[in-house]
């Protein structure tokens, strides 16, 4: 398996640069870790993240698995910020309490035109799954 393209640093400075937008409000989403075809991010708890009877919402969620797949597409092939989502297919498994929820990101395929990857969302202090994301993402020609 080759090395990444761009490093941790780089990585979180591409994303904080095009992104800015996915702070707002406070800094929530922590990319802790890349690596070939992989990358781990951390949601960290916040009220705005949870929804009425005391669960973090499931758009929180599919925002974290978007952005953690789109992370190690990134370490993986350089900055290109013109990477899309093409799909996105969530199987919410149990609610998590309130708390920081920790995303492990799988590229399954990496290829010129379209990375496949998949996302198991657990509670950063517990093993239980409590969602499984996969994705699509067109990259455009380089």
Request: some cysteine; glycine content about 8%.
């Amino acid at each position: 398996m080759s090395a990444t393209i761009l490093n941790l640093p780089e990585t979180r400075d591409f994303l904080d640069r095009e992104f800015p937008q996915m702070q707002a409000g406070g800094r929530a989403y922590h990319l802790e870790a890349v690596g070939p075809l992989s990358a781990r991010m951390r949601l960290a708890a916040q009220e705005r993240f949870l929804r009425p009877g005391g669960t973090v919402s499931g758009p929180a969620m599919m925002a974290l698995a978007d952005y953690a797949l789109y992370a190690a597409i990134l370490a993986n092939i350089g900055p290109v910020a013109l990477a899309v989502t093409t799909s996105l297919t969530f199987n919410f498994l149990r609610k998590p309490a309130p708390g920081d929820l920790l995303a492990a990101c799988r590229l399954l395929k990496l290829g010129r035109r379209l990375a496949v990857g998949e996302v198991l969302i657990t509670p950063a202090d517990g093993e239980d799954l409590v969602c499984h994301a996969t994705g699509t993402y067109a990259i455009p020609p380089r």
